[in-house]
């Protein structure tokens, strides 16, 4: 059946977005404004008593101009209206911090459109098919897509191979080979088939596709506290019950003072209500979710979408990195590098045996052979159609590959299968061929053995090159304290080699996924944090199990369901820079922790000789900063307790500056950088503001 199908038109390239990008203002501001209402508020205890003594000074206000307030109208006016700033402010914080998750949720649902689908009766290419909208598909259904076509919705390819667009998802320009079975049989809605057709069969109802739960990840409004965020915000509230208690005893205990000594002023509401303010970590409280949020929205950047910010906080807190060698820690290409024959073997007959093993073999190790045996000797490819061959492909249980020719099999494979097959045979396996393998896996790599009928031809050695700069970021880790783990499948010999040239603390060879999963378990049973990779469907219980699991957009849909992160560049090596986003928003939360708390303390030299000066004249002697005026001292401290969320919203939702530290230094700089500077930047400020106000005559 032939007939025309509308396509999807996607967005094109995303515009970045700046920090303070308009874009993101404008909106941030509005909802900063709609975030006042208290159900909202009550989200932060401590944002939340703040916005309780913003009502209580307003209504101050309004009884001071009925001629009944306690102090000033124009004071208790100024104080009112910055503690409603302080809350705007950690509004405006929280609200930048969602609009940039916002922004990259709405440029993924600018991707899910309803298109029109060439639907399959069965699962058989030729099949006339049937137009139906994408949104009628449900699981279990199958339909056909052909070059140009827009993939509909998410599926397993049961028939094809097809070359796919997935920029729309991953960004990524250059085109992927999607294929039936294996690990790379998984196709994403709205992406584009450009060459071939594929037959596909939905794995996802509608509302429940990848790009549906990306979107539901990403939108930062529904994110959940975690774990460490529920535990600092219990802290912060218990510090903000004891200064509440305090300071609700300090109002008719600063009036029997005053009777007491038969003059003086007594402190009054709207004081006590600053000096709360000032006294609670209004800073660490106003900016606690931006940090939260904008973790995950960096993680997003890095083209991860992560399910909650548990499993961004998760990386943060990772002991164990599980690393696969092959495309992590290595480039993945192996490339057949030597020829190394067996005795009374030239290396012109093993090149010859090797690239006739290899004809029919499209993997690139396999074609790499065929390529150095031409290079080398010249060895030109034959016709597979003129040696009456028959292709015999690589398999799990034999683990060796080759052609069947008339009276003749050629075979190449790993060493000790070749061994049990000539163990079959009744045929002995060269000592000189097993030194051979030996020294290529000592050198770091793979030894392929060539078999001609009964007969070991010599050794084929296939390279894989190590990443540049991988050992450095493992040296990172290592100074943070995170164990680094390859896993292979290759032989303890080649893996070790790896691993001594990579630098990882461990290895384990010939991995299997029982394996993987018992290794997770007992690094858990140890108690410690376990990340990894994966993409296949025998990758599943492992990354079900870890900590901080990160599946490739490339793998097959158990893999990222298994998983708590997805990658959506299906880049490996991306579980080091997840770990270091992790440990960043660790860090800028731990870094904004110390300096509201050594903030506090500075502001309290401020306000509370200012607020009882007129009870106990002796407190003069506390202002060490010379302030002008009590009023002017608790007007400065108030203004500089809201101005100082503004000054440090970049901070958190750029995050701190990342360091390969280990925790002993990191809290040594925490406490020098942030702790003393905390501590030190309130008196400049709050001097400042102090002058500001007496040259204009404001206090």
Request: with cysteine; glycine share 8%; net charge neutral.
């Amino acid at each position: 059946m032939e007939q025309s199908i509308p396509q999807l038109h996607t967005a094109g390239p995303r515009r970045a977005l700046t920090l303070f990008d308009a874009a993101l203002v404008w909106p941030a501001v509005k909802d900063a404004f709609r975030k006042l209402h208290p159900r909202t508020q009550l989200r932060s205890p401590v944002m939340f008593v703040v916005y309780v003594g913003s009502i209580l000074t307003t209504l101050l206000w309004l009884q001071a101009l009925a001629g009944q307030g306690e102090a000033p109208a124009g004071f208790i006016l100024a104080t009112a209206v910055w503690l409603w700033f302080t809350i705007l402010f950690a509004n405006f914080a929280e609200a930048l911090a969602e609009g940039r998750s916002k922004a990259q949720a709405a440029s993924l649902r600018s991707l899910r459109q309803t298109v029109m689908a060439k639907k399959l009766p069965h699962p058989i290419h030729g099949t006339p098919w049937h137009p139906a909208k994408s949104d009628e598909l449900r699981k279990g259904m199958f339909f056909l897509v052909e070059a140009g076509d827009v993939i509909p919705v998410d599926g397993e390819i049961v028939d094809g191979v097809a070359s796919v667009d997935e920029s729309a998802i991953t960004g990524e320009s250059a085109p992927v080979i999607r294929e039936s079975g294996g690990d790379f049989c998984a196709v994403t809605g709205g992406t584009r088939v450009l060459s071939d057709w594929l037959v596909v069969r939905v794995s996802a109802n509608p509302g429940e596709t990848f790009l549906d739960r990306m979107i539901g990840m990403v939108e930062g409004a529904a994110r959940k506290k975690t774990p460490n965020e529920v535990a600092l915000t219990i802290l912060l509230v218990a510090l903000t019950i004891v200064f509440l208690v305090v300071t609700v005893t300090l109002l008719p205990f600063s009036r029997f003072a005053v009777e007491a000594a038969g003059g003086g002023q007594p402190v009054g509401v709207t004081v006590l209500v600053a000096l709360l303010v000032c006294l609670i970590p209004t800073t660490i409280g106003g900016l606690l979710s931006a940090i939260g949020v904008a973790g995950m929205s960096r993680m997003m950047q890095a083209n991860v979408i992560a399910t909650s910010g548990r499993a961004v906080e998760a990386a943060g807190d990772v002991d164990v990195l599980l690393l696969d060698k092959t495309g992590t820690i290595t480039f993945g290409n192996r490339q057949a590098a030597a020829f190394l024959p067996a005795p009374g073997v030239n290396e012109r007959e093993l090149a010859d045996v090797a690239q006739l093993a290899s004809l029919a073999d499209e993997t690139p190790e396999g074609r790499s052979i065929v390529v150095l045996a031409k290079n080398r000797f010249n060895i030109r490819e034959r016709a597979m159609e003129g040696l009456g061959a028959q292709f015999v492909p690589f398999s799990a249980q034999t683990r060796m590959s080759g052609i069947d020719l008339p009276g003749r099999q050629v075979r190449k494979g790993a060493a000790d299968a070749i061994r049990r097959h000539l163990k079959e045979l009744g045929q002995p396996y060269p000592d000189e061929v097993a030194r051979s393998v030996e020294q290529a896996a000592r050198r770091g790599s793979t030894p392929l053995v060539v078999l001609d009928g009964a007969r070991v031809m010599g050794v084929v050695e296939l390279k894989d090159v190590v990443k540049g700069g991988i050992r450095e970021r493992f040296a990172e880790l290592r100074r943070m304290g995170v164990k680094t783990v390859m896993v292979t499948g290759d032989n303890r010999l080649t893996a070790a080699a790896i691993a001594a040239e990579a630098g990882v603390d461990d290895f384990v060879a010939e991995a299997t996924p029982e394996q993987k999963l018992a290794l997770i378990r007992d690094y858990q049973a140890e108690g410690k944090l376990v990340a990894m990779t994966g993409d296949g469907t025998n990758d599943a219980p492992a990354l079900a199990q870890a900590d901080v699991a990160v599946a490739m957009n490339s793998g097959t849909q158990a893999a990222k369901e298994a998983g708590n992160m997805v990658d959506l560049d299906s880049n490996p090596t991306k579980l080091l820079e997840i770990v270091e986003i992790g440990k960043q928003m660790l860090m800028t939360r731990g870094a904004l922790t110390t300096f509201s708390i050594s903030n506090d303390i500075a502001k309290y030299f401020a306000i509370i000789p200012a607020a009882f000066v007129g009870t106990y004249p002796q407190l003069k002697a506390l202002d060490v900063m010379d302030l002008s005026s009590p009023a002017s001292a608790i007007m400065s401290a108030v203004i500089f307790n809201a101005l100082i969320i503004v000054f440090l919203i970049p901070l958190a939702l750029k995050g701190v500056r990342y360091r390969a530290v280990g925790a002993v230094a990191l809290l040594r700089r925490n406490l020098l950088v942030y702790g003393l500077g905390g501590l030190l930047l309130p008196f400049a400020g709050i001097k400042l503001i102090d002058m500001a106000l007496a040259a204009l005559n404001l206090a």
